[in-house]
């Protein structure tokens, strides 16, 4: 088991390092920021003075060696638009996005759950037809259009929730509701489909011949098997929840780390852009390491697999 | 799936056992999530303290010493004529900015979204009206010697900060020191403008300049808003900006990064009976359709930076009153004849007045924006000095094949643009557009439309292709920035074009103190680049706002700039 630990949190230190390389690479092949930055009135010798104060004006390796050695301290010196150090911005949003993210999982788990099991028991019948429509449906529509029509029917035509912002607890439903609905129909799709699967397995059979009740097997049997890929979807999807809000973010005028994202790049703040892309690599791969403990300790055919 | 064949007993043990484990598990990844985020979120400033003698009743503007800059109309008219007087400042007004101020010290911000959430927490020493006057403010008169290198301020008495402080020549000296150090302000060239600010008495202050700046008065109220010293020395600039304070209609209440920006009513305001709100919130909303819901539901009261069918969207909606205005920004094809445009066709004045009488400019506007736009006449902009001197080229594609036949190009000719990605409203759309009209005179235009920040890092170098399209806004109520900006060659970073003539004009206009003379000079500029046209002329965009009903005296100028001290908001 530590073994199998050790090897992971290898990897994932491997990856974030790789991270790091590739967020410094991808921002500078688009070209100069001091010029961006700099008013566009400013004059030529200005500009060449910001460029050098920023250090922009260094040789590439220079830049990246100085890069990588404060950026694995936390330092990802001051955002070029608030002036201010660039990772406390992008801590100060956490809070934000992990409400939406936790919210909009919330959601799916209860609504995907319940109604893949439904449909898994019985397939064919008109809850799981409904539920392969929805999980169908989640999965096609594109979420910053489905955020603009609740918006327009639950905001505007019936002013039920509020059209953007974290004021009230429940400012958090529209947007957590879109981000969680194509979580929920994986969810409800593989529920489903484990279910159907497992149902017809021998074990069920012999506990069925054995002449246990319907509802024993089903939450004795049947859902505890139905878990275990559940799980491992799940640390994936909160991954993806976490940082794949930037539209939903955005569009609902979240105050999160996706729409910092999207404002970041616009004003090509480069600390800024870089503390979040590094940032979020380490949530993920923090979480994914976790969900790699835990499927190892649910399931031992991970632990002791060579 | 393994098989579960066990003993009932070994089964509870099994399911007790991995219900420890996944408790255990959703333990750690609930700290390794809270471990990264604070409490708190919200900045706010140390409580007011209110000064102990009373503020003097605010007399009437003495009139200043010098006539006020006759700069044209500039104010979009007020969204209604005031309600009946009220006593003290009423209810809530809730404006929606397109983005997240950077700062509100003003020496540091660089958008407008900041511009115009800072600015309401200042004041300058002079200010510009909405009808684009220079009127008194912080100083109540000022004096200019015979050569116009030396202003005498005389500053207003018995004003006091949101702090507490007195305001007094102090102020002013600090407020241009911080203004032209590079370390804490990002404009420092707002500032040195002036080669010395210097305290004459505790309420006179002198600026001299070299030479004449006709340009300086207006620099100052766009950029010297006055802050007090004793708290700037010790909390500096990253402390100010977290807790800023001015002599303005509103004060600092908090600012929760990433959702709004609160202000309250200045109970001690010097100007008396203003604010009219009594608080004041900045809502940051990107996506402009989330804008349109949010006026819609009431849930702020002014919204700007809508598209025209956005506009148009909300004309029937009941409670919501629209408006829209010509933007002082100038769109243009710009002409290279430094570096890429060298040789090319293009160096022909000819070749040039016909690519400006081939382009149709009112189809443009009306397949892309509704018809809302107005063709540029030149580089000055509506409302600007010296405006209106010029016809805007006709739409004129015989004239133009005419032009290129004397030029020598009767079987026309191939040439490379550039358009910025993103970076403006459908000017993808506009270079295409432009892009098939020169096509229809024979000309081969190969397109590039490229990233925004890679186009402006080469437009930057003087690297982008001998046509390039891009827009200029200006603040100031003259167009002598975005003139010498896009005009003078090597000196300014985004300029491609150099003419021995323009600089010369350029140079009059920057020391003509007299706005006459100005003017007329602004007019001859006009005439010689009708002529002799850098650009393709474009057009000036309109700028899409909607309002609550229960907003009253809105006024946005055609700049963007707004103040909303007078705007009054119907009380809860």
Known sequence: ??????????????????????????????????????????????????????????????????????????????????????????????????????????????????????????????????????????????NFWLALI???????????????????????????FVL??????????????????????????????????????????????????????????????????????????????????????????????QALAVFTSVVVITLNLATDLAYALLDPRIRYGK | MYINIMNPNRRGEMIMKHVYKISLILIVLVMVLSACGPAAT????????????????????????????????????????????????????????????????????????????????????????????????????????????????????????????????????????????????????????????????????????????PLLLITMWDFWSIIPKAYMDKVGVAGFEQAPVGTGPFEFVEW??????????????????????????????????????AIQTDEVDIVTRLTAEESQSLKDVSGVKTLEYPLTREYYIAFNNLTTGIGQPTMDAKVRQAMNYAVDIDGILKALFLGYGKRSTGFVATGELGYGNVQPFAYDPEKAKQLLKEAGYENGFTIDMACPAGAYS????????????????????????????????????????????DAWADTSGEAYNRLYGALGGNNAAYSSWSDPKIDELLKSISEEVDTAKRKALYEELQVYMQVNPPFIYLYEPYTFEATRDTVQNYSPRHSEFVYFTNTTVAAP
């Open chain 2, 256 to 293: 929760v990064k990433g959702d709004h920006i609160t202000y309250k009513a200045n109970p001690n305001y010097w100007q008396s009976g203003l604010p009219k709100a009594e608080t004041l919130t900045f809502r940051f909303i990107p996506d402009s359709a989330t804008r349109v819901a």
């Open chain 1, 150 to 176: 609740l918006i327009l029917i639950f905001a505007v035509r019936y002013g039920w929730f509020p059209a953007f912002g974290r004021d009230e607890p429940k400012s958090v439903i529209l947007p957590a």
């Open chain 2, 426 to 469: 459908s000017f993808e759309e506009v270079c295409q557009a432009i892009v098939g009209n020169l096509g229809e005179v024979g000309i081969t235009v190969n397109l590039n439309i490229m990233e925004s920040g890679q186009y402006w890092d080469l437009e930057a170098k003087k690297q982008l292709p001998p046509l390039f399209g």
């Open chain 1, 1 to 142: 088991m530590l073994r199998y630990f050790l090897n992971k949190l290898a990897l994932s230190i491997l990856l974030l390092l790789g991270v790091l390389a590739l967020v410094f690479l991808m921002l500078r092949v688009t070209g100069d920021p001091a010029a961006l930055m700099m008013p566009r009135e400013a004059s030529p010798q200005e500009i060449e003075a910001f460029r050098e104060k920023m250090g922009f004006n260094r040789p590439l390796g220079v830049q990246f060696v100085d890069f990588m050695s404060k950026a694995v301290v936390g330092n990802f010196g001051n955002s070029l638009h608030y002036n201010t150090p660039a990772l406390p911005l992008v801590v100060q949003r956490l809070p934000a996005t992990v409400e939406l993210a936790a919210v909009g999982l919330l959601m799916a788990l209860f609504i995907g759950v319940p109604l893949g099991l439904v449909g898994g028991f019985n397939p064919g019948s008109l809850i799981d037809s409904f539920g392969r429509l929805l999980g169908l449906l989640g999965q096609c529509i594109p």
């Open chain 1, 180 to 273: 969680g609905l194509a979580v929920m129909s994986q969810i409800l799709r593989m529920t489903r489909s484990t279910v159907l699967e497992v149902r017809s397995e021998d074990y069920i059979r012999t506990a069925r011949s054995k002449g246990l009740n319907s509802r024993t097997i089903y939450f004795k049997h049947v859902l505890r098997n139905v878990s275990i890929p559940l799980v491992s979807l799940i640390g994936v999807q909160f991954c993806y929840m976490l940082s794949g809000s930037v539209y939903i973010e955005t569009i609902f005028a979240w105050p999160g780390m996706g729409r910092l994202l999207q404002e970041s790049i616009g004003w090509r703040d480069f600390p800024l852009v």
């Open chain 2, 42 to 213: 919200s900045t706010t400033v140390p409580p007011t303290e209110i000064p102990a003698s009373p503020v003097p009743p605010t007399t009437a503007p003495t009139a200043a010493v010098q006539p006020p800059t006759a700069v044209p109309p500039t104010a979009v008219p007020p969204t209604e004529v005031p309600p009946t007087e009220v006593s003290g400042p009423q209810g809530t007004l809730r404006v929606a900015l397109s983005g997240e101020p950077a700062s509100l010290y003003i020496p540091n911000t660089p958008d407008m979204n900041s511009d115009t959430a800072a600015s309401q927490l200042y004041d300058p020493l002079v200010q510009l009206d909405d009808q684009g006057n220079i009127q008194p403010s912080l100083a109540e008169s000022w004096d200019i010697s015979a050569d116009g290198t030396e202003y005498t301020f005389h500053l207003r008495k018995g004003v006091t900060f949101h702090n507490g402080d007195p305001f007094t020549a102090d102020d002013v000296v600090a407020t241009w020191e911080y203004g032209k150090n590079p370390d804490t302000s990002k404009w420092p060239d707002r500032f040195e403008i002036a080669k010395t600010v210097e305290k004459i008495d505790d309420f006179t202050v002198k600026v001299t300049t070299d030479g004449p700046k």
